[in-house]
Nanobody
Framework: QAHLVESGGGRGHPGGSLILSCVAHGRSWNFLAAGWFRQAPGKEREAISCIKRRDGGSFYSASVKGRFTISKDYSTNTVYLQMTNLQPEDTAIYFC???????????????????WGQGTQVTVSS
């Protein structure tokens, strides 16, 4: 059964960096757009980044643009989220998700994604 597994969460310091990974099992990122989402305590889940199926084109929410970078490694079937200049407001559970429908684009919309990982906690504090 297809599933996604996130890893790399943990504690970061303000101004520091973390990298999250999302490995797809039973699916190939060659044929899927990917998205990263996060949910902070007491808040709704927020779409923060997505990457297209093959050409590496990506989009970011205003809250992370310029600080986070999404990428794919097709050899390991992994999507990464490089997070830099972390801020306390980045504290959240981070989820990756796959979108099988958008072959030439990616969307920062939850309803485009059909398979979700279990989430990984990121806590930013000094």
């Amino acid at each position: 059964q297809a599933h996604l597994v996130e890893s790399g969460g943990g504690r970061g310091h303000p101004g520091g960096s973390l990298i999250l990974s999302c490995v797809a099992h039973g699916r190939s990122w060659n044929f899927l757009a990917a998205g990263w989402f996060r949910q902070a305590p007491g808040k709704e889940r927020e779409a923060i980044s997505c990457i297209k199926r093959r050409d590496g084109g990506s989009f970011y929410s205003a809250s992370v643009k310029g600080r986070f970078t999404i990428s794919k490694d097709y050899s390991t079937n992994t999507v990464y989220l490089q997070m830099t200049n972390l801020q306390p407001e980045d504290t959240a559970i981070y989820f990756c998700a796959s979108d099988p429908n958008n072959w030439a684009d990616c969307r920062l919309r939850e309803d485009q994604y059909d398979l979700w990982g279990q989430g990984t906690q990121v806590t930013v504090s000094s």
